[in-house]
């Protein structure tokens, strides 16, 4: 496991600020969602800290090692994509044993970590399927397995749950913290509505009008209200959650 430090972190296209000196700190094993409306910057967060983009000015430390300038396949993440990104010619095994290639794990050893975590997120037996034949929770899970199958330090997700209906997307938060307790894997999870992020451990507003309050139980009118209300300023972390 590796905690995340974020200092002073911004990054610009041009005059749009899309992360604004943004400090961030996430302790080893922790279930953090980082919520906000559509635009506030949470994708380009977590495109810094995965190492798919570069920051305009700021440090990110993962594990206490400077990786500002480290490349994607260095950083050891998994990454739950908002659109899953499937493989659509793939079936559900191969997709899983994508990453495992990448890293030049092959063979029975391959084969054996992607079952396994396939049978964590409960997909066991629909391994010769096509994403094309899976409904949005089973794509999901799919996803998932392909994130942690090389048992990453560090699990990103991307609103992996914003495309399903709400009783699918309730299942699947509690079945997301229950995985978290069994690998014990740091997550930063965005989510744009913060009704959809009760059982997380703790809540990162991005870009608020004023500093966060800790968040306990159910959100009040105010805190959906200064929710709604994102500007250029830092994120903070919230307190912990009851």
Not at 35 to 57: D, E, F, H, Q
Request: hydrophobic residues 40%; glycine residues 10%.
């Amino acid at each position: 496991m590796s905690d995340i430090r974020l200092e002073g972190v911004s990054k610009r296209y041009g005059p749009v600020a899309a992360a604004d000196n943004v400090d961030l700190a996430v302790a080893q094993g922790e279930f953090v969602t980082i919520l906000g409306p559509s635009g506030s910057g949470k994708t380009t967060l977590l495109s810094l800290i995965a190492g798919l983009n570069r920051p305009t000015a700021g440090r990110i430390f993962i594990g206490g090692r400077d990786v500002t300038e480290a490349p994607a396949q260095e950083r050891n993440i998994g990454l739950v994509f908002q659109s899953y990104a499937l493989f659509p010619h793939m079936t559900v095994l191969e997709n899983v044993l994508f990453p495992l290639g990448v890293r030049k794990i092959g063979g029975a050893v391959a084969r054996g970590q992607a079952l396994d975590a396939l049978k964590l997120v409960r997909l066991e037996g629909l391994q010769e399927r096509r994403p094309s034949q899976l409904s949005g929770g089973q794509q999901q899970r799919v996803a998932l397995a392909r994130a942690i199958v090389f048992k990453p330090d560090i699990l990103l997700l991307d609103e992996p749950l914003g495309a399903l209906d709400r009783k699918l997307r309730e299942e699947l938060q509690v079945e997301l913290k229950q995985l978290q307790r069994t690998l014990g894997t740091t997550r930063k999870k965005p989510c744009p509505c913060p009704i959809a992020s009760w059982c997380w451990t703790r809540a990162a507003p991005s870009r608020w009008r004023r500093p966060p309050r800790p968040i306990s139980g159910r959100p009040t009118a105010s805190l959906r209200s200064s929710w709604a209300s994102p500007i250029s300023s830092g994120s903070r972390m919230a307190g912990p959650a009851s």
